[in-house]
Nanobody, 122 residues
Framework: QVQLVESGGGLVQTGDSLRLSCAAS????????MGWFRQAPWKEHEFVAF???????YYADSVKGRFAICRDNAKNTVYLQMNSLKPEDTALYYC????????????????WGQGTQVTVSS
């Protein structure tokens, strides 16, 4: 069992940057693949990025080159650095954890945080 708490969301303007954090409980954080997903109003969950237990990263095409995911196993925390933000990045951002070695599918993640809101104004 792992509990996840996101933070770092907020209201920013187009072109600004934000860094989201996700703090995890438990002693086995380093063994989890950690993912970020987002959900915009009236839309389904959308995969954003994941970082595996050996720090392999993978991004959705919509954020590639603008977002970066990293992890600090000593702090049980995963980060999502978001640069060049666009209004279409507005969403509730969730982090999630899985024992799968690589995972871009929402269904592979059993553990989820409550989300942090990111709003990008034009």
């Amino acid at each position: 069992q792992v509990q996840l708490v996101e933070s770092g969301g907020g209201l920013v303007q187009t072109g600004d940057s934000l860094r989201l954090s996700c703090a995890a409980s438990g002693r086995t954080f380093s063994s989890y693949t950690m993912g970020w997903f987002r959900q915009a109003p009236w839309k389904e969950h959308e995969f954003v990025a994941f970082i595996s237990w050996i720090s392999i990263t993978y991004y959705a095409d919509s954020v590639k080159g603008r977002f970066a995911i990293c992890r600090d196993n000593a702090k049980n925390t995963v980060y999502l650095q978001m640069n060049s933000l666009k209004p279409e990045d507005t969403a509730l951002y969730y982090c999630a954890a899985t024992n799968s070695k690589v995972a871009a599918l929402e269904s592979l993640y059993p553990y989820w945080g409550q989300g942090t809101q990111v709003t990008v104004s034009s």
